[in-house]
């Protein structure tokens, strides 16, 4: 894609998503409690129970859903949904793919991720998909689009989606599946990533576009004014928060480089490739795929062949883990 194109489709959705920010949006900031629940135990819990699944909600034979493992005060966020797509009656005995969504992105939640699964289960996998805190089924009225409508709900958001990501890989390793690998979008991409580092048991992990670093630009590229208001504060809020783990440079992966892949947009708007290029240098030069599109592009499925490319990618690591550690 060239790069002028890649750049206006990114601009667009940056002004689309606007409209849909709260009026409130980070006022007060809540900094301070941010920054202390990210420093304290609270954060990231040593503890690691199974997920209690439930299956059949919704009657469509996927679906599933179990209370999240750190209930806040939203009710409707304190239950997990997801969907499970199995290799026929052995899935057992097969591995799993996790696939984890962009920040709002509903599009691909319902529409893509069943047909990277239809093609997954034709190799013999299986994949689960995740609803993030505070999406889709998830959100209240009063708990902003997408967990993000002040840095506590950031922290929390990030806190919470970790533990469910390890409260669903325990349970499916519980089950008798061999690996379990993660594949995350943009927002999906930066819990994956926070996951593989508390997680050693993850056979593999994609992360397309992530969101190394805390950056203010959605309100950089705003046209809207009560968005670009805002952008001395989130500057000043993102600068704070990146001194902390949310920063994936302030890491390191529990599993091998040789079972990490990025995938780069060039011309990202909202994901910079300088971002991600450190992110390859601090992680050890994993796999990177540097391609020439932009966000929109690499998380809503415009780069051609990119599913059976990754599909290729983990069929080694994946059909060759034979142990759990």
């Known amino acids: 894609m060239i790069a ?20 409130d949006f ?13 420093n304290g135990p609270e954060f990231i819990l ?21 209370p999240s493992p750190r209930p806040g005060n939203c009710a409707e966020n304190n239950m997990v949904y997801g969907r499970l797509y199995r290799f026929g009656e052995q899935w057992r005995e097969r591995p799993v793919v996790i696939l984890l969504h962009g920040s709002g992105d509903f599009f691909s939640y319902n529409s893509r991720f069943p047909l990277i699964a239809r093609r997954f289960n034709q190799t013999g996998f299986n994949v689960a998909t995740l609803v993030a805190p505070y999406h889709f089924q998830r959100r209240s009225r009063q708990s902003g689009a997408d967990g993000s409508r002040d840095c506590l709900q950031i922290v929390e958001a990030a806190s919470q ?57 959605v309100e950089q590229l705003a046209i809207r004014p009560l968005v670009r208001k805002n952008l001395p504060i989130v500057r000043e809020v993102c600068e704070q928060l990146n001194l902390t783990a949310l920063n994936l440079l302030a890491t390191q992966p529990s599993i091998p480089k040789e079972k990490i892949l990025l995938i780069e947009g060039i011309h990202d708007l909202f994901c910079p490739k300088q971002d991600i290029e450190d992110l390859w240098q601090s992680w050890g030069q994993p796999d990177i795929w540097r391609l020439p599109h932009g966000h929109v592009g690499v998380c809503c499925g415009f780069v051609p062949g990119l599913t059976g490319r990754v599909l290729r990618w983990l069929e080694p690591r994946l059909n060759n883990t034979t142990t759990r550690t």
């Open 161 to 217: 989606a970790i533990a469910e990501i390890r409260a669903l890989t325990e349970w499916l390793l519980g089950k008798g599946c061999p690996a379990v690998a993660l594949w995350g979008y943009s927002l999906g991409a930066r819990y994956a990533g926070m996951a593989v580092c508390r997680d050693a048991r993850l056979a593999a992990v994609v992360m397309a576009s992530p969101n190394v670093r805390l950056r203010p630009c």
């Open 26 to 38: 980070m006022q007060p900031p809540r900094l301070e409690e941010a920054l202390e629940f990210l």
């Open 46 to 66: 040593d503890e690691n129970q199974p997920a209690r699944v439930e299956f059949d909600f919704g009657g469509s034979g996927t679906g599933f859903r179990f």
């Open 4 to 23: 002028p194109l890649a750049k206006f489709i990114d601009w667009s959705a940056n002004q689309v998503w606007t409209l849909m920010m709260p009026s």
